[in-house]
RNA sequence: GCGCCCUUAGCUCAGUUGGAUAGAGCAGCCGCCUUCUAAGCGGCAGGUCAGUGGUUCGAAUCCACUAGGGCGCACCA
């Protein structure tokens, strides 16, 4: 347990213990409240702002509430001192013995410190990609891919149980649009003259290779027949080849899936109907006429009585049409279907990873998971921003009507696969990412992805050279947890392990907010930490983290050492990348 | 017209869900290689947190309005 929380869990007993005495009376819960480092070190090492937040509850004023907390948490062993201060902030001091505790904790847990049981195994849907098999990965899909990914990994670390899901369209214009692409493409593989490809089918040459494995499969048998004929097949060829491709590119950037749905199976298997019904029974289907759209041109506009879900009960702006004029489905209607089936697999929690040009889609989709899960479920939307590429300094002209698209498989052959993913989370998903070719690869300290794979090569630099002193066996987790601690008191080294103290609460706070990109950003900073107390060595030999003629020393520093080196693996675990031993190109 | 998002240092961005004197990096200036990797580090300077009003012990953070920018808004699929 981190420190973080046993003075949390020491704090609440407080509480406990003056409401049953009667010291405290509150006219509600235990507010919420929070034990972090605080900004300034003259506040001492942790504060809480417990006092204020139950001033209210309590009716009195934080200085009286904290009064009493420090009354009851004095005089643990590990509290050295408690001060209240300002508008009524608990500052406490800890005993060394706390941060030489942590380290040893790091050392006997493993990257698996930082695993927590926030989630309670409640099951997580998170959906990611979702592009439609229509043409190989891009840059315009890695942002959300990565973010998808890492944030599974990291729901993960925090105790959900996650499922990482695809969803994909194999019906409709876009696909059929493909299906036509791919015969121009198998005629060509047959022989004939094509010409250019026509306005409105896909450019690029990707799809020649379907082409031709159709051509080898079936020979001439579509070639001459009537779309009616050959659309279908060459359709569901086209698709399975298209999904083969996606697969392995995303598999590249160390991206699997485990669950692929797609809207055909949802039609077939009658999901659609299905769904239909339960909200029928609900009460939320009527058939009425609704207002026209408002500040649009509407020629056309003529009111007309349609099936209508009553999405606003919900939240939504308007009811929303799931039959056409005609009697067929509304386009909204397999994703209607496919909240359904999530909810019907047990999710609790659904998270869909989605551009910023999807805008609407949640205020379409919350309505439907409160109506289905009794407004149990929880729907939220990841939005993320546009990636801008740069090619030496300049900006790269993205155009799909041209052909013109970067691949993944041209950014992971560039770049490395783990330069990809980490560059992807170093700003928050709403703001727009510049990607530039040149400096994900450079190697100085404007590189985040070298910052922190730098300071992993250099612990495991130091932990090299430590084997000149020690044998492999007084420098193993097991026996570094053992050897005292106490040398450790310099101001760089505290903080580099309340750094690390922190790694648990944030993936816990990181989980909960379903922010991945606060793990890279932990992980800069951490890496900062290390590199500040590495200098510290340039300046003052004795600080440096091998001494020889101190073996005590050195080997606290060690722990120190493959402690961090645990952190980061830990979080380069969760951003799905791989640690470095060592950065010096040509060995 | 309506909805969502954004606006923080010259530039690019964080800001731990309402806490103490708002933080990094780049760019600028000043320092640091007899070194476990200087591919780096320390320091200085830089701010009306877009604006106004409100909520309260306390606001960059929550609410309302305003300004500027982005995205979305049919029975499309």
Same mark, same amino acid.
């Given at each position: ?24 009376t ?6 919420a ?12 090492d ?14 009195k ?24 201060? =300002? ?7 800890? %005993?060394?013995?706390?941060?030489? @505790? +942590?380290?040893?904790? $790091?050392?006997? #847990? ?36 990565v ?7 990291l ?29 121009l ?7 004939e003259?094509?010409g ?7 450019p ?6 379907? =082409?031709?494995?159709l051509?080898?499969?079936?020979g %001439?048998?579509?070639?001459?027949? @009537? +779309?009616?004929?050959? $659309?279908?097949? #060459?359709r569901?060829?086209?698709v ?25 199976e ?21 058939v ?11 020629e056309?506009?003529?009111?007309v ?54 805008g ?17 479920a ?12 740069f ?5 790269v ?28 989370l170093?700003r928050d ?10 400096k ?7 590189n ?31 026996a ?9 008191v ?29 793990i ?14 590495w ?5 003052n ?20 050492i493959?402690?961090?080196r645990?952190?980061l693996?830990s ?17």
């Amino acid at each position: 347990m981190s420190v973080f929380k046993t003075i949390h869990a020491a704090i609440q007993a407080v509480l406990e213990e003056a409401l049953v005495a009667g010291t405290l009376t509150l006219s509600s819960e235990i507010p919420a409240f929070v034990v972090e480092l605080p900004r300034e070190a003259a506040h001492g090492d942790l504060a809480t702002n417990v006092a204020m937040a139950l001033a209210k509850a309590a009716g009195k004023p934080p200085r009286v509430i904290a009064e009493i907390v420090k009354q009851g948490l004095e005089p643990p062993p590990l509290i050295a001192s408690v001060q209240i201060a =300002g508008p009524g902030f608990i500052n406490l001091r800890l %005993a060394p013995s706390v941060w030489q @505790d +942590e380290i040893r904790e $790091i050392l006997r #847990v493993g990257t698996r410190y930082g695993d927590s049981d926030l989630g309670k195994g409640v099951k997580v849907n998170v959906e990611y990609v979702s592009a439609n098999p229509t043409g190989p990965m891009h840059a315009g899909h890695v942002r959300g891919a990565v973010i998808g990914d890492v944030l599974a990994h990291l729901m993960q670390k925090a105790g959900y149980d996650v499922t990482r899901e695809y969803y994909f369209n194999d019906s409709g214009a876009q696909v059929d649009v493909l299906a036509r692409t791919t015969y121009l493409r198998y005629r060509e593989a047959l022989g004939e003259e094509i010409g250019a490809i026509p306005a409105g089918l896909y450019p690029g040459d990707y799809l020649k290779e379907v =082409g031709a494995a159709l051509a080898e499969r079936d020979g %001439a048998t579509w070639q001459g027949k @009537d +779309e009616s004929e050959w $659309i279908e097949p #060459v359709r569901t060829f086209a698709v399975a080849w298209m999904m083969r491709v996606i697969r392995d590119d995303l598999a590249l950037i160390g991206i699997t899936h485990d669950v692929f749905t797609n809207e055909r199976e949802l039609i077939e298997n009658g999901t659609l109907d299905i769904a239909f019904q339960i909200l029928d029974s609900k009460g939320l289907i009527y058939v009425g006429t609704l207002p026209p759209p408002k500040g649009k041109e509407m020629e056309d506009w003529e009111p007309v009585p349609l099936t209508l879900f009553r999405s606003s009960l919900f939240g939504d702006s308007t009811d929303r049409p799931l039959k056409k004029r005609d009697g067929y489905w509304a386009y909204i209607m397999p994703d209607i279907a496919y909240h359904y089936d999530k909810i019907r697999r047990g999710f609790g929690v659904m998270i869909n990873v989605l551009g910023t040009d999807h805008g609407g889609y949640l205020e379409r989709m919350r309505p439907v998971v409160a109506a289905f899960s009794d407004k149990k479920a929880q729907l939220t939307v990841i939005f993320n921003s546009i990636v801008k590429i740069f090619k030496n300094g300049e900006p790269v002209k993205l155009s799909k009507r041209s052909g013109n698209l970067i691949t993944l498989r041209e950014m992971v052959e560039q770049v490395g696969a783990d330069a990809v993913r980490f560059f992807m989370l170093t700003r928050d998903p709403k703001s727009p990412l510049d990607f530039d070719f040149a400096k994900v690869v450079e190697q100085t300290r404007d590189n985040p992805v070298f910052y922190v794979q730098y300071a992993h090569a250099r612990c495991c630099s130091v932990l090299r050279h430590a084997v000149e002193l020690f044998s492999a066996e007084e420098l193993t987790e097991e026996a570094l947890a053992k050897v005292a601690l106490d040398s450790l008191v310099s101001e760089e080294e505290i903080q580099l392990v309340k750094g690390m103290a922190q790694w648990a609460r944030t993936v816990e706070s990181a989980a909960q907010a379903q922010e991945p990109h606060r793990i890279a950003f932990y992980l800069m900073e951490l890496a900062g930490l290390f590199h500040t107390l590495w200098n510290k060595g340039n300046d003052n030999a004795a600080l440096r983290f091998i001494v020889a003629d101190d073996k005590p020393t050195t080997l606290a520093r060690l722990a120190l050492i493959t402690a961090t080196r645990t952190i980061l693996r830990s979080g380069f675990g969760v951003m799905g990348c791989t640690p470095m031993d060592e950065l010096r190109s040509g060995g």
